[in-house]
């Protein structure tokens, strides 16, 4: 176990890299400049000013020699300044990153202790009133955009009925508030980010459940199980269920990825002061060092996410490490 452990560690070397270089070049291919953005048409600013601005930063050396030049500082876990307020990359992502962690966090839960449940029950009941129902809900997942679910949920609960705050992570007046109340206006702020984040999640994964559970149930030892006269129970939860939940570990794995990505987009919508709202942010203004380090980070989450299902998929099946090894 422990030199599959090692080798998958090894393997986010060269997959960081790459991804690092991808995003380095897309960056740089898109149109405009931080110079533009900085000084646009300021007739104040002289052409001698901007070329001082792009010495400073490096902006002006080829794109093979800036990759060379922040991968060096990368080594030292230095990820450059940002070009708008001069601040530490660094310290503006760890400043975010909280509220992002959290917000992916629960909406993992949210999915697992959901998703699996309704999945495995609508393969237990295949055809059934309850198994339509929930397939219904799943097609609707999947087609629906997950965006403008977040505008529809913002329009109903936060200005037609006025049940729950539609922005922000906490309330100017929270520094005044005791511990207790702090932790209740989070989880009211919550809701809408965490049901818009994983709605998408939720519904696949139910559907994979399902199909999982459905398989299973069709094994030999599933029927040998029931001949021996063991109860429904045991059969399905201590010899199905088990052996249902391999493939789920993998999509799991998978699903990471899709809610950073969407990060981006709902943090921007719900203004979730996260690491997905200032990637946008540096976007917009062509920040740069700010990109790099929001892409790093949401990168290396990626990765953790999926090396955490690899070795959970390994830990369930002694046949991966085995092969690994």
Known sequence: MKYYIIKRLL?????????????????????????SMRYGLNPEVSQGARANFNRMYGLDEPLHV????????????????????????????????????LLQAVSILLIISIAIPLGAAGGLKRGSFFDKVTT???????AMPTFWLALILIFIFGFKLGWLPVSGMTPWYADYLPFSAKAGDLAWHLVLP??????GGLAALSRYS?????EVLREPYILTARAKGLSENRVVFVHALKNAL???????GLTLPALISGSFIFETIFAWPGMGRLGYEAIMNYDYPVIMGVGVMATLLTLLGIFISDVLYAVVDPRIRLGGE
């Open 11 to 35: 393997l986010t070397i060269p997959m960081l890299i790459g991804i690092s270089i991808i995003m380095f070049v897309v960056m740089h291919l898109a149109p405009g400049d931080p110079t």
């Open 66 to 101: 800036q990759y060379g030049m922040w991968i060096k500082r990368l080594l030292t876990l230095d990820f450059g300044r940002s070009l708008i307020d001069d601040r530490p990359v660094i310290d503006k992502v760890a400043s975010r990153l909280p509220a992002t962690v």
């Open 136 to 142: 219904v809900f799943v097609f609707v997942g999947y």
């Open 194 to 199: 965490v049901v818009t984040t994983a709605f």
């Open 210 to 214: 399902r199909s999982s559970m459905i």
């Open 246 to 252: 391999l493939p789920i570990v993998t999509i799991l």
